[in-house]
Nanobody, 129 residues
C-alpha cells in the first residue's frame, strides 16, 4: 500500500523556520510528483509547492517563493519543505500528496488537487505574530 507520512509541523514565531517532511512508502513506480498543499478552515486547499522525482522540476506558489524550498531525498523516498521567514498567514494544516503518474509537475496542473492520487495526513503549522 502507498503511504505518505507528513511530519514536522509545530508552533513557531513569525520570522522563524520549520522543515516539513513527507516520507513515501509502497511506491512501485520511479517517476512521481510530490506536492505540498495547505488548508485553513473555510478555505479551499491550496498548492504550496511540488517536486518531480523524475526530472527534479519544482514549482512554488507566489506567496511562498523565496521563503519556502522543496527538496527530495530519493534514497529515503522523502520530500522536504523548508519554510523560512514564516508569517502568520502561513498558518494552516499542511498536506503532502503524490501523483503516481508523474504528470502533475507542469505550470498548469501542479496546483490541481485532482492530479494527486494519494494524500498523507496533515501536519499543523501555526505561526504566531
Amino acid at each position: 500500500d502507498v503511504q505518505l507520512q507528513a511530519s514536522g509541523g509545530g508552533l513557531v514565531q513569525a520570522g522563524g523556520s520549520l522543515r516539513l517532511s513527507c516520507a513515501a512508502s509502497g511506491f512501485t513506480f520511479d517517476d512521481y510528483v510530490i506536492g505540498w498543499f495547505r488548508q485553513v478552515p473555510g478555505k479551499e486547499r491550496e498548492g504550496v509547492s511540488c517536486i518531480s522525482r523524475g526530472d527534479g522540476s519544482t514549482y512554488y506558489a507566489d506567496s511562498v517563493k523565496g521563503r519556502f524550498f522543496i527538496s527530495s531525498d530519493n534514497v529515503k523516498n522523502t520530500v522536504y519543505l523548508q519554510m523560512n521567514s514564516l508569517k502568520p498567514g502561513d498558518t494552516a494544516v499542511y498536506y503532502c500528496a503524490a501523483d503516481r503518474l508523474g504528470v502533475a509537475a507542469t505550470p498548469e496542473w501542479w496546483r490541481n488537487i485532482k492530479m494527486y492520487d494519494y494524500w498523507g495526513q496533515g501536519t499543523q503549522v501555526t505561526v504566531s505574530s
